[in-house]
């Protein structure tokens, strides 16, 4: 018991993996700050946290579901009008069909 | 999601005949506003707190002539300002799917992080672990 014990507990602090939908522009205020309250609401949680940013013209060219898969959730971020509103749009489609934890803001 | 066919945003859209988002009366941009939030919803269980103040820094939102529409389906409105005019909405058959007017990044601090985004990454972690040991049981049954 107490070897699951321990299993569970290193399980729950592997590394998130959180993929943000949008197209990022280090001069915008609000995509540093998504990074950033990611990084201080991990901290709480005392885990780790890997952001990455997901171009919309890369969900519109059919592959979405092989980028979408490997993150634990999905953040549709500030910022549009988006380069791809359909990218963007298949993306949050997918996480509301599959059941990917997901925010828009 | 709700039917609608042709839904357009005013914004890349301006003159589509089905705006389902559309220009705000009063821009949010820079504005800070109080939210009701609806009980049993991440936004409460996240908050901790009927009403809450939040940053907007936007000018459009769903066009108040599909307010009604919007509770048709699974989304579920968990957040509107003093007026009624929806400010969070959530699906009610998903793990965790919320989506806000304002920003709850430009709130967050080191010492405060936001609510609604600690739920989110609790969320992500039992996402994360479920799918981890559906993943072991699928190995074991190949075996």
Redesign the interface.
């Known amino acids: 018991m107490m070897f699951n014990r321990i299993e569970e507990e290193s399980e729950m602090n592997q590394q998130l993996k959180v993929g943000i939908i949008g197209d990022y522009d280090p001069n915008l205020r609000f995509h540093i700050a998504t990074n950033e309250s990611l990084n201080h609401a991990a901290a709480a949680l005392s885990g780790s946290l890997e952001a990455s940013w997901l171009p919309t013209e890369s969900l519109a060219d059919g592959s979405i579901e092989t980028i979408l898969r490997p993150f634990d959730a999905l953040w549709c971020g500030p910022g549009s009008p988006y380069k791809s509103m359909d990218g963007a749009l298949q993306a949050i489609r997918f996480a509301r069909e599959q059941g990917w934890p997901f925010i828009g803001t | 999601?709700l039917g609608i066919q042709g839904a357009e945003?005013e914004?890349?859209s301006p003159t589509a005949p089905t705006l389902l988002i559309s220009k705000l009366s009063c821009s949010l941009a820079g504005k800070t506003q109080s939210i009701r939030v609806v009980t049993d919803s991440h936004a409460h269980r996240a908050y901790g707190q009927k009403e809450v103040i939040e940053q907007f820094?936007c000018n459009?939102g769903l066009n108040p002539a599909f307010r009604n529409d919007i509770n048709k389906g699974q989304l579920k409105v968990t957040g509107a300002d003093l007026d009624g005019e929806v400010r969070i909405v959530e699906?009610s058959d998903?793990?965790?799917?919320?989506?806000?007017l304002?920003?709850?990044?430009?709130s967050?601090?080191?010492g405060?992080?936001?609510p609604?985004?600690?739920a989110?990454?609790?969320?992500?972690?039992s996402?994360?672990?479920s799918?981890?040991s559906n993943e072991t049981r699928g190995t074991v049954c190949k075996i």
Do not use: D, G, N
């Not at chain 2, 998903?94 to 806000?100: I, L, N, Q, S």
């Not at chain 2, 304002?102 to 430009?106: A, D, I, N, T, Y």
């Open positions: 999601m945003h914004e890349s820094y459009y699906l998903h793990p965790f799917y919320v989506a806000t304002f920003l709850p990044q430009v967050s601090t080191p405060s992080p936001h609604i985004l600690v989110y990454l609790k969320a992500a972690r996402f994360q672990v799918r981890k």
